[in-house]
């Protein structure tokens, strides 16, 4: 499966951002989809991810209650509805795939997108 991600941008603090991931392929309903961030100097950390089916949802604690995964398989996209964005939210963001059950380990994810830039500012 190919990711290609969008939708991030230049925010202020507070502000919301969605992104989206959109797969090619006709299996995307077959795979457990992910958020991942990355800042500057730091290692790649989960945000959240959503199963297959959409029924179970993980979040990283930092953005629980402000963040909002969510995924569309007729349309083969998932997004993150991003809230009440903070500068320390400031990151490559990248959707990635994985089979099996849902989990929350970055090396366990078998397919990433490219990464969009969130930039949050004060």
């Known amino acids: 499966v190919q990711l290609q991600a969008s939708g991030g941008g230049l925010v202020q603090a507070g502000g919301s951002l969605r992104l989206s991931c959109a797969a090619s392929g006709r299996t995307f309903s077959s795979y457990n989809m992910g958020w991942f961030r990355q800042a500057p100097g730091k290692e790649r950390e989960f945000v959240a991810a959503?199963?297959?089916?959409?029924?179970?949802?993980e979040y990283v604690d930092s953005v629980k209650g402000r963040f909002t995964i969510s995924r569309d398989n007729a349309k083969n996209t998932v997004y993150l509805q991003m809230n009440s964005l903070k500068p320390e939210d400031t990151a490559v963001y990248y959707c990635a795939a994985k089979v099996g059950v849902i989990n929350t380990r970055r090396p366990d994810y078998d397919y990433w997108g490219q990464g969009t830039l969130v930039t949050v500012s004060s």
């Open positions: 959503i199963s297959r089916g959409g029924g179970r949802t």
